[in-house]
């Protein structure tokens, strides 16, 4: 019954089409902005959520009902309801709605809906889709665009405040992050789809990695203009090669590889090449720096004449992972009107979305990052950004695996991964939607066990599986030493440990004074 790759809707649907429009998870970070987004173009909308947020407080202030508590009578006189994919079959509102027959849509058929009139750009890919989307909701704030955007996440705003992740525009252009765990991205139609990388995810739903990039390739050809890849990916590059040639000759490829060094992609198939030129963050900086050489095909609106541009561009986000997710959203901003200098002078003043090697504090000498990374891939970008933007430091990281399938699909790329950092202690695992029941004897023990023989030391002194997360915080709290710096790192709760670890810190360095 709930089935969220199913279309709702056309390419010509609006949303006075909906009706009324109850949302069941209305304070869900990717619900919210939907509702308001709605309610913002006239359509009768409310919610019902288990419990009060500010984002529910949000919603109210706007004249947006909201019920606590998820009940049958809830959507009585909906015409449409709206679900997201942590909604279960048997939810009571589901029943109700099923029952009396009113027409239930995917979260994503709103998104959907809301790009048909907007200009839409959406980022799709396996690691960096709420950073990069981030970055483009930035840049044309900036620019003045007011753009509407739905990123699957908060942004850090300046003095440590959060910036919630979706907004309600006035402008043309909608940003969103396309999520493709559930192949629901295969409804969006955007003007610009911009696609991260491809490595495999999601295999339980997708079944194997060449259905997973098949999803990507059919994406592509959604966009009815550009296509923005990043060509240092192989898996991408093997996703513009299964294109058809009328989609390929769309593609704009960015990528930190001098497009004659490309064997498996011929560059003349596509619109144009954007390159990541000497690329470097020196030590202690801060500051992760770049040259983008944006060809004439591109700035061509911006730029008199179409000249080619080269931009010198100052990141306060490490790694040169998101030097290409900045690649991605200049180019995408120029592609929208922005001018590329003024691109490169908003992106400067990013400061990463929530959760994105993020500083929670620091005591005794001790620095607490929190991130995100919950694939292999994105572990060992992480790691190196910490190597580079703290090299004399001992790297200690506690990591809470995300979903058991994952864990045991990945487990010998999440050992090698982890590997870069000095210490770490893996926890439980973060169930989300999966039940321990159907992955018997799939838990921490399962990475460090897959850690053998990495290192010259044996797993056990560098690599140990704690399962609860409050016992690894302080263990870790208690083994860190001045000018350390400890990452929680995870998808799931792992994130609350950073007060945890805090507080340890400060009280193991009250007990020594």
């Given at each position: 019954?709930?089935?969220?790759?199913?279309?709702?809707?056309?390419?010509?649907?609006?949303?006075?089409?909906?009706?009324?429009?109850?949302?069941?998870?209305?304070?869900?970070?990717?619900?919210?902005?939907?509702?308001?987004?709605?309610?913002?173009?006239?359509?009768?909308?409310?919610?019902?959520?288990?419990?009060?947020?500010?984002?529910?407080?949000?919603?109210?202030?706007?004249?947006?009902?909201?019920?606590?508590?998820?009940?049958?009578?809830?959507?009585?006189?909906?015409?449409?309801?709206?679900?997201?994919?942590?909604?279960?079959?048997?939810?009571?509102?589901?029943?109700?709605?099923?029952?009396?027959?009113?027409?239930?849509?995917?979260?994503?058929?709103?998104?959907?809906?809301?790009?048909?009139?907007?200009?839409?750009?959406?980022?799709?890919?396996?690691?960096?889709?709420?950073?990069?989307?981030?970055?483009?909701?930035?840049?044309?704030?900036?620019?003045?665009?007011?753009?509407?955007?739905?990123?699957?996440?908060?942004?850090?705003?300046?003095?440590?405040?959060?910036?919630?992740?979706?907004?309600?525009?006035?402008?043309?252009?909608?940003?969103?992050?396309?999520?493709?765990?559930?192949?629901?991205?295969?409804?969006?139609?955007?003007?610009?789809?911009?696609?991260?990388?491809?490595?495999?995810?999601?295999?339980?739903?997708?079944?194997?990695?060449?259905?997973?990039?098949?999803?990507?390739?059919?994406?592509?050809?959604?966009?009815?203009?550009?296509?923005?890849?990043?060509?240092?990916?192989?898996?991408?590059?093997?996703?513009?090669?299964?294109?058809?040639?009328?989609?390929?000759?769309?593609?704009?490829?960015?990528?930190?590889?001098?497009?004659?060094?490309?064997?498996?992609?011929?560059?003349?198939?596509?619109?144009?090449?954007?390159?990541?030129?000497?690329?470097?963050?020196?030590?202690?900086?801060?500051?992760?720096?770049?040259?983008?050489?944006?060809?004439?095909?591109?700035?061509?609106?911006?730029?008199?004449?179409?000249?080619?541009?080269?931009?010198?561009?100052?990141?306060?986000?490490?790694?040169?992972?998101?030097?290409?997710?900045?690649?991605?959203?200049?180019?995408?901003?120029?592609?929208?009107?922005?001018?590329?200098?003024?691109?490169?002078?908003?992106?400067?003043?990013?400061?990463?979305?929530?959760?994105?090697?993020?500083?929670?504090?620091?005591?005794?000498?001790?620095?607490?990052?929190?991130?995100?990374?919950?694939?292999?891939?994105?572990?060992?970008?992480?790691?190196?950004?910490?190597?580079?933007?703290?090299?004399?430091?001992?790297?200690?990281?506690?990591?809470?695996?995300?979903?058991?399938?994952?864990?045991?699909?990945?487990?010998?790329?999440?050992?090698?991964?982890?590997?870069?950092?000095?210490?770490?202690?893996?926890?439980?695992?973060?169930p989300a939607r999966e039940k321990q029941e159907d992955f018997p004897g799939v838990g921490p023990e399962t990475i460090v066990d897959a850690a053998a023989g990495l290192k010259d030391q044996a797993a056990g002194t560098w690599i140990q599986a704690v399962g609860d997360m409050n016992l690894a915080a302080r263990m870790m709290a208690m083994r860190a030493h001045h000018g350390d710096v400890v990452f929680t790192v995870g998808a799931g709760d792992i994130t609350e440990m950073d007060q945890v670890l805090l507080a340890?810190?400060?009280?193991?360095?009250?007990?020594?004074?």
């Amino acid at each position: 019954m709930l089935d969220p790759t199913h279309a709702a809707f056309g390419t010509d649907a609006v949303p006075a089409d909906l009706g009324r429009t109850h949302f069941i998870g209305i304070g869900g970070a990717g619900m919210s902005v939907l509702a308001e987004m709605l309610h913002a173009q006239g359509v009768a909308v409310d919610g019902s959520d288990r419990e009060r947020s500010s984002k529910t407080d949000r919603l109210t202030a706007l004249g947006i009902p909201v019920e606590f508590g998820q009940r049958a009578d809830n959507v009585a006189g909906a015409e449409t309801v709206v679900y997201s994919s942590a909604i279960k079959p048997d939810n009571p509102e589901i029943v109700a709605a099923s029952a009396a027959g009113v027409r239930i849509v995917h979260r994503s058929d709103i998104l959907a809906l809301l790009m048909n009139g907007k200009r839409a750009v959406t980022v799709a890919g396996a690691h960096g889709k709420t950073t990069t989307s981030s970055m483009l909701a930035h840049i044309l704030v900036h620019a003045g665009v007011d753009p509407s955007y739905a990123i699957g996440g908060s942004i850090q705003g300046p003095d440590g405040t959060t910036l919630d992740g979706g907004h309600a525009g006035r402008g043309p252009v909608l940003v969103a992050e396309a999520d493709e765990s559930d192949g629901s991205f295969a409804k969006y139609h955007p003007t610009i789809a911009i696609i991260t990388n491809t490595e495999a995810d999601h295999l339980d739903h997708y079944g194997d990695e060449a259905h997973y990039q098949t999803a990507f390739v059919d994406h592509a050809g959604h966009a009815t203009d550009h296509v923005i890849i990043c060509a240092d990916d192989p898996d991408n590059r093997g996703v513009i090669a299964a294109m058809p040639d009328a989609v390929r000759s769309r593609v704009i490829a960015y990528g930190t590889t001098s497009a004659s060094d490309l064997a498996d992609l011929d560059v003349s198939s596509i619109a144009a090449y954007v390159r990541i030129a000497s690329e470097a963050e020196s030590a202690g900086s801060g500051s992760e720096r770049f040259t983008l050489e944006l060809p004439g095909a591109i700035t061509g609106a911006t730029v008199a004449g179409g000249a080619d541009v080269s931009l010198d561009v100052a990141l306060k986000v490490p790694g040169v992972h998101n030097a290409r997710n900045a690649a991605a959203a200049i180019t995408a901003a120029v592609l929208l009107g922005v001018a590329p200098d003024a691109a490169a002078q908003a992106i400067a003043g990013f400061l990463g979305a929530s959760r994105r090697f993020q500083v929670r504090g620091t005591v005794k000498q001790v620095t607490v990052v929190d991130d995100y990374a919950h694939h292999p891939t994105e572990i060992a970008a992480l790691l190196d950004a910490a190597r580079r933007r703290y090299p004399e430091s001992v790297i200690r990281v506690i990591f809470q695996p995300h979903l058991f399938s994952r864990t045991r699909f990945f487990a010998r790329e999440f050992a090698e991964a982890l590997a870069k950092a000095d210490d770490v202690i893996v926890t439980g695992v973060f169930p989300a939607r999966e039940k321990q029941e159907d992955f018997p004897g799939v838990g921490p023990e399962t990475i460090v066990d897959a850690a053998a023989g990495l290192k010259d030391q044996a797993a056990g002194t560098w690599i140990q599986a704690v399962g609860d997360m409050n016992l690894a915080a302080r263990m870790m709290a208690m083994r860190a030493h001045h000018g350390d710096v400890v990452f929680t790192v995870g998808a799931g709760d792992i994130t609350e440990m950073d007060q945890v670890l805090l507080a340890a810190l400060e009280a193991h360095r009250e007990s020594c004074e």
